[in-house]
């Protein structure tokens, strides 16, 4: 893509036009934000010290540069920025129009490694304006990623210096290379971020190998800007700085291959895993006319679960098939226009909803089906789990969704968190969105995560590669984005996990990834598990496809507690030759939980006599479940995962929901019945819930 790279100066933008190139992209102009009659600016947004040579970048790279004068401020400080006149971020908007028109540029490069705060609002204007940013430094590890940097020959010194531990008189006009060693004794001893990210220093590049010419520093003045006793603060102003050519033998170069981080922990995982990958591709055919006698018709009610005390309620069962347009963007215009009504009925708004659960009967309806679909949501939509399913002959598509909307207000002292991550630039953290759905959605302690693929970062590509190095890939996006929703959170902290695969052979590798990572993520934090402690269970299900026609899709559904503490339980009985399975897991503050219930029958028997003792003894189960937990917590969505070819399980699930109204009544859950090809071990049906204060 053609590109016109933010430059600051400093070493990250420099840095983050040289990762573009390596990526295969064109870096055609350069643009500027400078501060007016000043030599720094106190912005949230910009870093303007050091503004007075940005002009000589023009000449180093021999490209056209923008620059237009800050005019606005810090207006919109909040998390979610929205278009506000009179604030900087409209100058950047100006800035960046400007340069489309005239360069037609389709990417922007963007320095940011951890501001939430720089990155959406380069992401909003972005949006705005039909641009692609491409943030490759996005979070990081900050101690390689600085070694990275001055080991690719990017020269910069520092030009201010705000922290304990760093001196104006010493440390101001040092190269980056010779501050390394005491950066990482401030990062270690007091927790200064290593790459500047908390404004602990700033620096301008002098060289780097996209440079034609390199930049001298011919003369400089200090200025103290604070002389706090504990981390005074000053700058440098360059007085005189000049460009000059380099050796002849040096010639711009990008990075070397190999390189790229996306690839070099892509070929770790496939180093680790790629005895799992030997496997006969034996997939099972799928035909679309799976005999569905479950199907119910066409004006079948929502199904509802009673709203919680820390109000969240779960419909399911939305579907189009009111419509008597056969194609998928008429079906998905119906069932949003139900979905309405239903929220109208109780109350709810379209953006309460945190999480949607989305299957579609064809993978090739993804893209017109997201046409429709982003036209109801705003700028940070709802996480999503997107996956083919064997829907009934007509049904195009089936969709669920948990909304949440707080019911009193915080305890004295505390205060309510609801947060998107809606991360669109591409770089080489994790997947940048494919559809109109954040990564994560967080109310209070609770993250909501969409489904992860194994789609390359950079590229955005599905990575070649086989089940064992995809699933490697999907768990550890699901463990960074996590990660990067609240600091500290693992795949130890998960509560409720579905993976989709489509092959059935490939379950007991998803399991050992699965275990693997997760005794990582135990030992990372030094967590002891007590015997009788069991994390969340994983349930993996066997679909027809998934987006992109990856071969694994993980979902999860996590909490900020101490998994040490949580509390679990398993029962299990046997009617009529089938065998039932239950296992629950609490949170360690009682608010959250997971309940997990398997059908089994041994062999192929499809014909078991007295369906409705089996469907009974589920809802017995699952009542007497619960009971052993909380009290107060309530039973949102029985998601029903069920073999489509089973006769058995066909008929359990037309009774089942009714079943469970008979057991519990009011407390009833949603129930989402959702037809699979097929199911871990001789299992026939597999009911996952989540609970909730």
């Not at 951890?114 to 959406?120: A, K, M, T």
């Not at 027809?544 to 999860?556: S, T």
Request: charged share 20%; hydrophobic share 40%.
């Amino acid at each position: 893509m053609k590109v016109v790279a933010l430059i600051s100066g400093g070493k990250d933008s420099c840095y983050n036009m040289m990762q573009c190139v390596a990526a295969g992209h064109r870096i055609v102009a350069l643009a500027n934000l400078r501060p007016a009659n000043t030599d720094e600016l106190d912005s949230y947004m910009y870093q303007t010290v050091g503004h007075q040579a940005i002009g000589l970048y023009a000449e180093a790279m021999d490209l056209p540069l923008y620059r237009r004068t800050i005019q606005g401020s810090s207006l919109d400080t909040s998390r979610n920025y929205s278009v506000t006149e009179g604030d900087e971020v409209e100058d950047l908007y100006e800035l960046l129009h400007l340069v489309k028109e005239k360069e037609g540029v389709e990417a922007v490069s963007v320095g940011a490694i951890l501001s939430d705060y720089q990155r959406v609002r380069v992401e909003n204007v972005c949006l705005r304006l039909g641009l692609q940013p491409l943030a490759y430094l996005w979070r990081r590890d900050q101690e390689s990623l600085l070694s990275e940097m001055i080991s690719s020959d990017l020269h910069a010194v520092l030009i201010k210096v705000a922290a304990f531990g760093l001196d104006p008189e010493k440390h101001l006009g040092k190269p980056l290379a010779d501050m390394e060693p005491h950066l990482k004794q401030l990062s270690q001893k007091y927790g200064v971020h290593i790459c500047g990210e908390g404004g602990e220093y700033e620096t301008f590049t002098l060289d780097c190998p996209l440079f034609k010419k390199k930049m001298v520093i011919d003369a400089a003045e200090m200025v103290i800007h604070s002389a706090d006793a504990f981390a005074p603060v000053g700058y440098l102003n360059f007085t005189e700085i000049h460009a000059e050519n380099k050796d002849a033998d040096v010639v711009a170069r990008a990075l070397p291959h190999g390189s790229c981080p996306c690839q070099n922990a892509i070929d770790k995982m496939t180093e680790e895993v790629e005895y799992a990958d030997q496997a006969q591709d034996n997939e099972q055919e799928f035909t679309s006319n799976c005999d569905l006698s479950c199907q119910q018709g066409h004006d079948l009610p929502l199904s509802c679960s009673p709203k919680s005390s820390k109000g969240y309620q779960w419909i399911s069962g939305v579907n189009g098939l009111q419509c008597k347009d056969l194609g998928i963007q008429g079906q998905t215009s119906a069932a949003f226009k139900r979905l309405q009504s239903e929220l109208d009925n109780r109350g709810w708004k379209m953006t309460d909803i945190v999480l949607v659960h989305l299957y579609v009967r064809s993978m090739e309806d993804f893209a017109p089906l997201n046409t429709v679909y982003k036209k109801h949501f705003g700028i940070n939509p709802p996480a999503r789990v997107c996956v083919q399913a064997p829907l009934p002959a007509g049904q195009l598509l089936q969709m669920d969704c948990l909304l949440h909307d707080w019911t009193e207000p915080p305890e004295e002292g505390c205060f309510h968190q609801r947060e998107a991550l809606h991360v669109q630039s591409l770089s080489h953290w994790a997947p940048a969105n494919i559809g109109p759905y954040s990564q994560a959605l967080r109310v209070d302690e609770s993250v909501f995560c969409a489904g992860q693929i194994a789609l390359v970062p950079c590229t955005m590509q599905l990575v070649k590669a086989g089940t064992g190095t995809q699933a490697h890939l999907s768990f550890s996006y699901v463990k960074k984005v996590l990660e990067a929703v609240i600091s500290g959170l693992t795949l130890a902290h998960v509560v409720q996990a579905h993976c989709y695969v489509t092959r059935h052979q490939d379950i007991p590798i998803i399991r050992s990834i699965w275990d693997s990572m997760l005794r990582a993520a135990e030992e990372e934090k030094d967590l002891l598990w007590e015997p009788e402690i069991k994390p969340a269970a994983l349930l993996v299900i066997v679909v027809p496809a998934l987006p992109k026609g990856a071969a694994v899709e993980l979902h999860v559904t996590a909490t900020q507690d101490d998994p040490a503490k949580r509390t679990s339980c398993h029962m299990a009985t046997k009617v009529a030759r089938v065998s039932v399975e239950c296992h629950t897991v609490a949170s360690a503050d009682m608010r959250s939980a997971s309940l997990s219930l398997s059908l089994a029958v041994s062999g192929d028997d499809h014909e078991v006599t007295g369906v409705k003792d089996v469907t009974d003894a589920v809802a017995a189960t699952f009542k007497k479940a619960t009971e052993k937990m909380n009290a107060e917590l309530v039973s949102l969505c029985a998601r029903v995962f069920y073999k489509c070819r089973h006769s058995l399980a066909r008929q359990i699930v037309q009774g089942l929901e009714e079943s469970l109204r008979s057991s519990l009544g009011e407390s009833s859950p949603s129930v989402a019945l959702v037809p699979v090809l097929d199911l871990p071990g001789s299992q026939i049906l597999h009911l996952s819930c989540w609970l909730s204060l």
